[in-house]
């Protein structure tokens, strides 16, 4: 089974940058691509970017388009979330996960296969 180890997180103040990286370890697997999602205490965890490893089209939540980047390497095993003009409510943990079979433009948080540990972001003053 397949591992996601995220880092990368931390303390940002508002209007700031971050950026977030995911490695992917264990027996070589295809995957159809990768995603982040984040959650906050008693909310459900929800979708933030994703990536389809096989096209490169990227999907972006509305509350994040125009100011997070999702990019990667399928074979390097690595992908990055960047992350610019943070706003408080961007505070979160952030999660990658992978995609074995389903179709990434229209899978959900149930169709992704592999988890990560999760890494804090909190953006503050």
């Known amino acids: 089974q397949i591992q996601l180890v995220e880092s990368g997180g931390g303390l940002v103040q508002p209007g700031g940058s971050l950026t977030l990286s995911c490695e992917v370890s264990g027996p070589p697997v295809r995957r159809n691509g990768m995603g982040w999602f984040r959650q906050v205490p008693e909310k459900e965890r929800e979708f933030v970017a994703s990536?389809?490893?096989?096209?490169?089209?990227?999907w972006y939540a509305h509350a994040v388009k125009g100011r997070f980047i999702i990019s990667g390497d399928n074979a390097k095993n690595t992908l990055t979330l960047q992350m610019n003009s943070l706003q408080p409510e961007d505070t979160a943990v952030y999660y990658c996960?992978?995609?074995?079979?389903?179709?990434?433009?229209?899978?959900?948080?149930?169709?992704?296969?592999?988890w990560g540990q999760g890494t804090q972001v909190t953006v503050s003053s």
């Open positions: 990536i389809d490893w096989r096209s490169g089209n990227k």
């Open positions: 996960a992978a995609v074995v079979n389903a179709d990434v433009s229209i899978a959900t948080r149930s169709d992704y296969d592999s």
